[in-house]
């Protein structure tokens, strides 16, 4: 069993950065696949990156690409995502999850394990 918990967000202007934790419990975490999603208001949840169980491969949606960078460390249970470059439209819950079954990386149905979100709002 795995249990996630998000911190970081907050408000911030266009063009500020915000550091995404994501803090996990459970021996096995090191072995899984950690995705970020985010979801906005009235739209579905959304994939923005994952980085693989060994931090060796990472991936971006092409919305964040190049200003959003997804790292982790085992030792510490942590993956984080540092957010540079925000703008409005990034708005929103931002969940980490785990993925226990190898399935795949870009939907949410893959992976197993969530945290509750964290509130990230850009203003323009």
């Known amino acids: 069993q795995v249990q996630l918990v998000e911190s970081g967000g907050g408000l911030v202007q266009a063009g500020g950065s915000l550091r995404l934790s994501c803090a996990a419990s459970?021996?096995?975490?090191?072995?899984?696949?950690v995705g970020w999603f985010r979801q906005a208001p009235g739209k579905e949840r959304e994939f923005v990156a994952v980085?693989?169980?060994?931090?060796?491969?990472?991936y971006y949606d092409d919305s964040v690409q190049g200003r959003f960078t997804v790292s982790r460390d085992n030792a510490k249970k942590t993956v984080t995502l540092q957010m540079n470059s925000l703008q409005p439209e990034d708005t929103a819950v931002y969940y980490c999850?785990?993925?226990?079954?190898?399935?795949?990386?870009?939907?949410?149905?893959?992976?197993?394990?969530w945290g509750r979100g964290t509130q990230v709002t850009v203003s323009s």
């Open positions: 459970g021996r096995a975490f090191s072995k899984y696949a």
């Open positions: 999850a785990a993925d226990a079954r190898a399935s795949g990386w870009y939907e949410p149905d893959d992976y197993d394990y």
């Open positions: 980085v693989s169980w060994n931090g060796g491969s990472t």
